[in-house]
């Protein structure tokens, strides 16, 4: 067994430095390698960062976002406030859906009023939703959006919220699978896809942006990073996401391959369940069930913290590719707070309050996570257990596949478990409505809330925010309130990712993104 891990290193390495081999696909076919694909083909369904990256290539929203997260036009040429509650967008001309039909306002009144009816597992897109009460269609190419109280994230929240054709009434997710309703105006169109499998899509030539060079893009789910790398160093695929952080510096050396890199806008975080008297895999140190939830006590929290070696994570875990984390979202995203930093490693503290809270002698849990989602997810999980376990909480670590992991999530079966958050609207606000706002059906808040943490002026802070229009007066209650969600223990930061592709350098170019979308409109031929 050693041996054979050892002729798999020799391998590695080799091939790491190997020239690259000539790839049997067309000039105007580009392979992509993903390390997780989409889950869906449904735009409302699910709001999983893998599953965005590959429908954005599909479809297209009111508002796109720029490399800094920024909105700019995309369907709608612009916009303007009406009053403090209404939204008035002027739409593209001449814009045709894939199947040749005119695009117009009808179709996103359409989609709109879907989406609360097309919510997946994990709540679909309906945080985006915050806010709108309904649209009112004028024009062919004029709508108004009215919200319920002044929204200054609409413009945000419209970039996640993809148009689909109202003619497809009420489409089934068999009809999304098929192809028959997988119907958008973005530069490419559907034509095949295999749920862990391939999707390919072809060019859609009536597209309203720049002509995109490749007449198809094949989309490869490779889940495994070592086999990802070496389907581009074998010429099977042209670009991959995810490169492994062990990987990253050989192939630097690689002459044939080129590294295209970004600071992420995705965490680790620990999430622990808050609201429950007995939670489900919380146990005694003999492994017998408590009565009592260590993880209500804020003092637990803290010592979990304290007990995570945040920059041996980042040094060995992730050779050197992250940063440690002291807050939901990366320090330097807008409206992060300056005071905040990383919680510094001292497990005797840690053992301190433990006892404190009366656990002298720890207690034992299950620590879940995703196996399959983010880079090095499954090991730093693994590195967290082993961190518990050595200040007396006797960590079960449980990396399961994303298709496992959020279901269950979702339906609160977890004490304790770490997956992998971004802020995709570029900001603080998104990720403190969706993790640390209490759960609030009705208002569209606490959507991925599953620590059951409630705080009425936590709420209250983060409601405030989202309606103030002042950019600076917002910025600081957004500010305000991280502080205090981080004060409380609500959630615990780990580590910041980076995000990073890999290329043929002759082959394919790369716009890296915070948000790690692998979006064919950043991708370029080699000096164009």
Partial sequence: ???????????????????????????????????????????????????????????????????????????????????????????????????????????????????????????????????????????????????????????????????????????????????KATIGTGPYKYVSWQPKGDIVLARNDQYWGQKQPWDKIVMKEILADQSRVAALLAGDVDLINYVPSADVEGLKKNAGVEIFQVPSVYNFMIYPEVARDQSPTVTDVDGKPLDKNPLKDVRVRKAISLAINRQA?????????????????????????????????????????????????????????????????????????????????????AATPRAVFFPASARFEYSLQMSGWGSLSGETSYILQSLVHSIDKEKRLGGSNRTMYANPKLDSLIQTATTTVDDEKRKSLLVDAMEMAIGDYATIPVVTLNAIWAGKKDKVGYAARMDEETNVLQLRKPGS
């Avoid at 050892?6 to 067309?26: Q, R, Y």
């Avoid at 996570?369 to 006797?394: E, F, H, Q, W, Y």
Wanted: hydrophobic share 40%.
């Fill in 1 to 179: 067994m050693r041996s054979g891990l050892l002729a798999s290193a020799v391998l590695a390495v080799g091939l790491l430095a190997a020239p690259l081999l000539a790839a049997p696909a067309t000039a105007q076919t580009l392979s992509i390698g993903l390390r997780s694909g989409t889950d869906t083909m449904d735009p409302h369904f699910g709001s999983t960062g893998n599953s965005v990256s590959v429908l954005r290539n599909v479809y297209d929203t009111l508002v796109s976002r720029d490399e800094k997260l920024d909105p700019v036009p995309s369907l709608a040429t612009s916009w303007k406030l009406v009053d403090d509650n209404t939204w008035e967008f002027k739409l593209r001309p001449n814009v045709k859906f894939h199947d040749g039909s005119d695009f117009t306002g009808e179709d996103v009144k359409y989609t709109i009023e879907r989406i609360p009816n097309a919510q997946g597992p994990t709540g679909g897109v309906m945080l985006y939703m915050t806010g709108i009460t309904r649209v009112d269609v004028l024009d062919p190419l004029t709508i108004r959006i009215v919200t319920s109280s002044p929204t200054p994230l609409l413009l945000r929240n419209l970039a996640q919220i993809f148009i689909i054709p109202k003619h497809l009434g009420k489409p089934t997710p068999e009809d999304f699978q098929s192809g």
């Fill in 313 to 397: 994570i980042v040094d060995r875990v992730m050779h050197g590719q992250g940063l440690p984390a002291g807050q939901l979202s990366p320090a330097g995203l807008w409206a992060t707070s300056p005071k905040l930093t990383p919680d510094k490693f001292d497990p005797d503290a840690a053992k301190k309050l433990l006892a404190e809270a009366g656990y002298p002698n720890g207690f034992g849990i299950t620590l879940h996570c995703t196996s399959d989602r983010l880079p090095n997810d499954g090991p730093v999980c693994t590195a967290l257990g082993g961190m518990l376990n050595r200040i007396g909480i006797k960590t079960i670590v």
